[in-house]
Each structure stands twice: as structure tokens, then as C-alpha cells.
């Protein structure tokens, strides 16, 4: 499987962007989807996550309420709607995926990795 992510940009706080995710390959459907993110000198964290056939969706708290992840299967694509953001969710943005299982908290639990956009929220 390989990534595209794409949508990131540069907005002033309190806008919206929607970060996109596109999978080459088969079976997207049954992959898990997760977005991180790595601010300068900071740990990825996660950000926020779909399980296979979108039944179940995950938030990092900080998060909560303001974004939304979404999947289009036929599309082969996974989506992160952004909105009110702030100034701290300024970072580089990475979707990835899992084959197989149910963990998704963790960078170790992914098997695949886009190539990160980076998102700019100024003050």
C-alpha cells in the first residue's frame, strides 16, 4: 500500500482545512486509518483514527470535537476535516495504515506511512 496525503496549508486560527489520504492497492476497506502529527522538536502523537469499514473512529482528546475523520472506500481514500484550529495544532501531518488488528495509539502499530503535509495555523 502507498500513501498520498495531501490538503495541508497555511490558515489563521479558528479556520478549517481538510487533510485527504489517498491508498493505492486493494482492499482499503479492511485496513485501518490513523492520522498523526509532529510539531518542531515535539514526539509524533496520535491525532486521530478509523477502524476498518469506518465503524469505529478514535480522538486524541485535544482534538475532540474539532476534527472529524471520515473514509471514502470506493474512493480509496481517508480524510481529516480540521476545524477551529489553533495554533498548537500547527505540525506535520502523516496518515497511515494497518492490514491487520485493532491497536491503532501507536506509530508501531501501522505497517504503512504517507509522506506528511505540513499544516500552519498563525495566531
Known amino acids: 500500500v502507498q500513501l498520498q496525503a495531501s490538503g495541508g496549508g497555511l490558515v489563521q486560527a479558528g479556520g478549517s482545512l481538510r487533510l485527504s489520504c489517498a491508498a493505492s492497492g486493494r482492499s482499503f476497506s479492511s485496513y485501518l486509518m490513523g492520522w498523526f502529527r509532529q510539531a518542531p522538536g515535539k514526539e509524533r502523537e496520535f491525532v486521530a483514527a478509523d477502524s476498518w469499514r469506518g465503524v469505529t473512529k478514535y480522538y486524541e482528546d485535544s482534538v475532540k470535537g474539532r476534527f472529524t475523520i471520515s473514509r471514502d472506500n470506493p474512493r480509496n481514500t481517508v480524510y481529516l476535516q480540521m476545524n477551529s484550529l489553533k495554533p498548537e495544532d500547527t505540525a506535520v501531518y502523516y496518515c497511515?495504515?494497518?492490514?491487520?488488528?485493532?491497536?491503532?495509539?501507536?506509530?508501531?502499530?501501522?505497517?504503512?506511512w504517507g509522506q506528511g503535509t505540513q499544516v500552519t495555523v498563525s495566531s
Open positions: 497511515a495504515a494497518r492490514r491487520y488488528g485493532t491497536s491503532y495509539l501507536y506509530g508501531d502499530d501501522y505497517n504503512y
